[in-house]
């Protein structure tokens, strides 16, 4: 067997799974003003981006070849409506349109959600001290059509409400946008590994947690129910997030339904490999380029992940 590993020309020769840069997409947070670039302490490397700088990202996303970007967006006032998710004039609804402008060929992926924008970091509407789940579909859909009249090339819902992907296809094709895909983020487990994006998108909760909503880490087929049902009400696509912590579970998805799969190497994940390297305990590169094989590896298609500038260069 050491025959065909003798060298790293026989290596790649025969290597199984190969990554390229446009297999991933790139997380971005933008936020108001100009000029802004506000690093995010827990994530080094990435910051608050206002929309000029955001242009230069999205500019170096293009040329790197990757797969496209997700917007994030930070409003700068915040309220029990989430309004600023679907207001016309939003942040992100501005992002895009300046993107459009300056990066026509770079494919806009929006995170449909609505925890970013709300007073009490929920991601919906909380009636007596829970997220409502119908009340807040009429919030999503109103933002997933604000984002693909703004110039968003596919939309991602995140906030894991029940019916959401119906409600969002729906509300896109009665206003015209009937070829705009969803990107569902189809099984979206209640995770450790999002403190540092927290951080990022100023959205932690201000009271309670999102398990009534975002899946129990121990349950498999649940997750293939949620994906099964996510595709059933029009999903185009689906992801598992986070990632490394659930490899299995895109394996699963992977083997049973025949759409794109994404998953979504998360803050967390990217901060720890980032802490630990920062140390002197692991080789950064090697251990980026290896959980980004193992994601790839476990089936998913697509891997949304922090990594995607450096991996892209040290790919090309």
């Not at 490397?45 to 230069?56: K, T, V, W």
């Not at 999503?140 to 894991?160: I, K, W």
Request: hydrophobic share 45%; aromatic share 6%; with cysteine.
């Amino acid at each position: 067997m050491r025959r065909l590993r003798a060298t790293e020309p026989l290596r790649r020769l025969v290597r199984e799974t190969r990554l390229a840069p446009s297999q991933f997409v790139l997380p971005l947070f933008v936020c108001e003003g100009e000029g802004v670039r506000r690093e995010i302490g827990s994530m080094p490397g990435h910051a608050q981006l206002s929309i000029d700088r955001l242009i230069e990202e999205c500019r170096a996303a293009h040329t790197l070849g990757l797969g496209g970007v997700l917007l994030f967006g930070i409003p700068a006032e915040k309220d029990e409506a989430a309004s600023g998710a679907y207001a016309e004039h939003g942040i992100v609804q501005r992002a895009l349109a300046a993107i459009k402008r300056e990066v026509p060929e770079l494919v806009l992926i929006t995170d449909v959600c609505n925890c970013e924008y709300t007073s009490h970091g929920h991601c919906g509407k909380v009636v007596g001290g829970d997220v409502d789940n119908d009340a807040t579909l009429a919030w999503l859909a109103a933002a997933a059509v604000s984002h693909a009249r703004a110039g968003a090339d596919m939309v991602a819902p995140s906030d894991m409400m029940d019916g959401r992907v119906a409600a969002i296809r729906r509300a896109l094709d009665e206003a015209g946008f009937p070829h705009t895909p969803i990107l569902s983020y189809a099984a979206k487990f209640a995770s450790a590994f999002y403190g540092p994006f927290r951080e990022a998108a100023e959205s932690a909760p201000q009271f309670g947690d999102r398990r009534s909503y975002q899946m129990d880490a121990a349950n498999a087929r649940e997750a293939m129910r949620e994906i099964e049902l996510d595709l059933e009400e029009g999903a185009d696509m689906i992801m598992v997030k986070p990632a490394l912590p659930y490899l299995d579970l895109i394996r699963l998805a992977r083997d049973r339904f025949d759409v794109p799969v994404a998953a979504y190497q998360v803050s967390g994940e990217f901060s720890m490999i980032m802490a630990a390297a920062r140390n002197g305990w692991i080789d950064r590169d090697r251990a980026m380029l290896e959980t980004l094989t193992a994601i790839h590896r476990a089936g998913a298609g697509i891997i949304l992940t922090y990594f995607a500038k450096d991996a892209a260069k040290l790919l090309s």
